[in-house]
């Protein structure tokens, strides 16, 4: 990491005094230059560079498909002016930022991905005109294109112009210093997005949490394209699994949980944007952990292995799979018994992903074999119709999260929805969903016998709701303990 104040000018200080006192060549200032301020210098960077490619970031069919999405905003909000940010990269100390990845409603709507960025949807007879607004960036004649790490082209890579990227989105891309302009008669407009740029124009401005509702809950329907990225995150997934199975051998020897982590995340990082989400590698007694990214446990060869792992494409769509592996290959009777109750219970919220059926029916299906399971095993203090019922969920103990949700640019896709188009709703073609049952018995239990003790289990795919029922993105990999012993054995 290469460090920006030397290009702020402020280094050199510190060594003024002690120089100062030392005889010097004449011409020399002890203190480092301002490279802005050399006119000799200013002068040299200012000429003999050629162009480079600046060919935008931008996959296959973004164009046309976030035009889709803005004819969908626009009619949900006749005659009102839209400005939805992309955000910046958070800090992570001084001069350091985290990775920036734009904000999910902005990149549906203009399918850009450029950093401290707006789209904004105009008014414009009875639908809307678009028009995204882009940080300058800093070409040689600039100071900031040695000088500036946020838009300088020395410091950034080759930085797209104003028509680089309209080419690429089929869109009107305007520098961010006209946003104030274009907005000087926005009242009563709707805002969203991504709101930490400090852009001048956007001070004062708040979320709408109407906009963000209304953008949630047209996410939640996926178009052909949008389904095609789905796909595509499904598949680097399923191949990640595959590179993180074949280094099992290496986790135990050497490198524990966090070697598997890093594993699938190069694989996420190669074959997509990056994971979708924070890695879940849980061995033994960390696989009930339902959130286990600390990895710090060693891999150990008779316990179970949970996989919950996400590739995100280059356009942001991201899978959500999980299964869970004998690290040795083979589940021990107790393992399989858990793991057969898990299939079952993921079997029965399957079948129940249609459309029509309620979006719950398919937490209610799976829910109940897992009720009936764990009183067949002798682990429900009451009858399983008292633990079903509202006043009851004693099951619930061995698994408190939900067992499903929508997927799409975001893993936990649509949340900003109302209850009612949610939870609340009907299943529709175009929706993709998890299920995701589990049984997670930890270690340090007291209800459980102790052979179940330190026992995680669970099952995710990635279901599309279709016309006549529903596919199974993720079903490359198997759901049954006898299928993935053999999809183990064969990597
Ligand atoms: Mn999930």
């Known amino acids: 990491m290469t460090d920006t104040r030397m290009s702020q000018e402020h280094a050199g200080h510190e060594h003024a005094s002690a120089a100062a006192s030392m005889p010097a060549p004449a011409t020399r200032d002890p203190r480092l230059p301002r490279l802005r301020e ?58 350091t930022n985290y990775d920036f990845r734009p904000d999910s409603d902005f990149f549906w709507l203009s399918g850009c991905s450029a950093e401290d960025a707006v789209v904004v949807l105009t008014p414009a007879g009875t639908a809307h005109d678009a028009t995204v607004f882009v940080p300058a960036p800093a070409y040689p004649g600039d100071p900031d294109f040695f000088g500036n790490a946020a838009h ?21 891309v305007q520098p961010i210093a006209r946003l104030a302009e274009k907005l000087r008669r926005g009242d009563g407009m709707l805002v969203g997005g991504t709101l930490n740029s400090g852009h001048e124009a956007l001070a004062g401005r708040h979320l709408s949490p109407e906009l963000g509702r209304v953008l949630a809950e047209l996410r939640m329907v996926k178009d052909e394209w949008e389904v ?29 949980e966090r070697w598997l982590q890093g594993t699938f995340d190069r694989h996420a990082r190669t074959f997509g944007n990056g994971p979708g989400y924070s890695t879940i590698i849980g061995s033994a007694e960390h696989a009930p952990t339902l959130h286990w990214v600390r990895c710090d446990g060693p891999v150990k060869p008779d316990e179970l292995l949970l996989l919950d792992m996400g590739v995100e494409t280059r356009a942001y769509y991201t899978a959500d799979v999980t299964r869970t592996f004998p690290a040795s290959g083979t589940f021990s009777a107790a ?76 893993v936990h896709d649509c949340a900003r929805s109302s209850y009612e188009a949610y939870q609340g709703g009907e299943m529709q073609p175009g929706m993709v969903l998890t299920v995701e049952p589990g049984l997670y018995f930890h270690a340090f239990d007291e209800t459980v016998p102790p052979e179940l003790r330190g026992i995680g289990v669970r099952i995710e795919d990635d279901i599309l709701v279709t016309t006549g029922g529903s596919e199974v993105l993720s079903d490359a990999l198997p759901i049954d303990a006898v299928g993935l012993e053999e999809w183990m054995r064969a990597r």
């Open 38 to 95: 050399v006119p000799a210098f200013l002068d040299y960077m200012a000429t003999g560079w050629g162009t480079p490619d600046r060919t935008p970031p931008v996959e296959p069919g973004v164009a046309a498909a976030s035009a889709a999405h803005r004819a969908r905003l626009g009619a949900a909000f006749p005659g009102r002016t839209i400005v939805v940010a992309s955000g910046s990269a958070p800090v992570r100390a001084n001069d």
């Open 152 to 172: 300088g082209e020395l410091w950034v890579g080759s930085a797209p112009d104003m028509g680089d990227w309209s080419a690429a989105l089929g869109l009107d």
């Open 228 to 256: 095609a990225e789905l796909r595509r995150a499904v598949d680097a997934t399923i191949g990640g699994f595959e590179s993180v199975i074949r280094e099992i051998p290496n986790a135990i020897s050497l490198g524990g």
């Open 335 to 410: 393992q399989r018994e858990v793991h057969d109750l898990v299939e079952a219970s993921h079997r029965a919220g399957l079948a129940a992903v249609r459309p029509g059926r309620a979006f719950t029916d398919f937490h209610t299906a799976a829910m109940e074999v897992i009720a009936r399971g764990l009183s067949d095993w002798g682990l429900l203090p009451v009858s399983v119709d008292e633990a079903l019922s509202a006043d009851g969920q004693h099951h619930r103990r061995y698994l408190v999260c939900g067992i499903g949700h929508h997927l799409g640019l975001d």
